[in-house]
């Protein structure tokens, strides 16, 4: 990942942690907690891609398996975002741009339902039946409410900053890229084009004085 991305996606990712852990965990509603940290692992997964997405996932999950008050094994959360990371970039169109709020919104109540069935079913891999006792389905529903209510709020906001953070004309080109400049779509409204022609036309006159110079002396010598 570039270093802009990481730049973002570090921050955001610790914000969203702190707020779900000490505010939306603490409203006790009925069902599940609101998972602020999914959405934003989503609105980054939809701009960076899959791989970019399965490694934020990762990453997000690691972390908040091992912040308190995790009381499951470390690597369980990380496993699920890193899964839904994946499968959410996906669904990245070619040109980044998503222009109707309906597929993110498919994406996220697809994200709720999957993120809870595969912590669920991971949970009970290991030995943790919680979910049955707490009820499956009880939990799906209101994940999946949950999530849908706070993704308006969250989700555009954060692909908004990863677009932003990803079209940076500071940040730094692949050391195994092809050659382009990522400071052509900066310059690209005409200014490149621009510059690249005072240029062009200074080599010009150049060569063109240098050839008359040239003929001049050899004129000269003639004589």
Known sequence: MRVNRILLTVPLIVVALVIQVSVLARLHLPGAVPDLLLLTVLGLAMIYGHVGGALIGFGAGLLADLAPPADHAAGRYA?????????????????????????????????????????AGVGALVGDTAARHVGLTGLLFTAALYD????????????????????????????????????????????????????????????????????????????
């Open 79 to 119: 496993l699920v975002l890193c899964v839904i990371g994946y499968l959410a970039g996906l669904v990245k169109p070619e040109s980044g741009q998503i222009k109707s709020a309906t597929g993110p919104m498919v994406v996220v109540v697809g994200a709720a339902l999957g993120s809870t069935l595969l912590y």
């Open 148 to 223: 849908l209510l706070l993704a308006p709020f969250v989700v555009p906001a954060v692909m908004f900053l990863a677009r932003r953070a990803d079209n940076d004309p500071l940040a730094e080109t692949n050391s195994a890229g092809k050659g382009t400049d990522i400071s052509a779509g900066w310059l690209s409204s005409g200014t490149g084009l621009r510059i690249g022609g005072q240029r062009g036309g200074l080599k010009l006159k150049a060569a063109k004085s240098r050839a008359t110079r040239a003929g001049r002396i050899k004129g000269v010598k003639r004589l």
